[in-house]
């Protein structure tokens, strides 16, 4: 929500340049989407695992999105470099939560 209706707020939390207005729009579109998935995967049993695994996904492609810009981006100017390294940390963070709770979920039971 804050993507779509306050990028600049949203690009202040992250202390990089606004996205354009189409930009913001879409990200908000594919984050509502995974939080539709998660919201209705995670907290059912028999379907936890799927969207807890979808979740450590998504952290972790974030986190190598951000890694990227903070660190392997040398023509990225400070601003963005700093922006992708609090990004990879978040969601390093986020995919080793996803990761510990991945392993320690209830297994889904076969129809056997």
Do not use: N
Not at 13 to 30: D, N, V, W
Not at 81 to 93: C, E, I
Not at 94 to 103: E, G, I, M, P
Request: glycine letters at 8%; proline letters at 6%; one cysteine or more.
């Amino acid at each position: 929500g804050v993507a779509a209706f306050a990028p600049q707020a949203f690009a202040s939390l992250l202390g990089a340049p606004a996205p354009s207005p189409a930009m913001s729009r879409m990200l908000a579109a594919c984050f509502a989407t995974f939080g539709v998935l998660f919201a209705h995967f995670i907290p059912y049993s028999d379907k936890h695992q799927g969207g807890l695994r979808t979740a450590q996904m998504l952290s972790f492609l974030l986190a190598l999105a951000g890694a990227t810009d903070g660190f392997f981006a040398p023509d990225a100017s400070p601003d963005a470099q700093a922006a992708g390294r609090r990004v990879a940390v978040l969601h390093a963070a986020a995919t080793a939560l996803a990761t510990y709770a991945v392993r320690f979920a209830e297994k889904r039971k076969s129809a056997d």
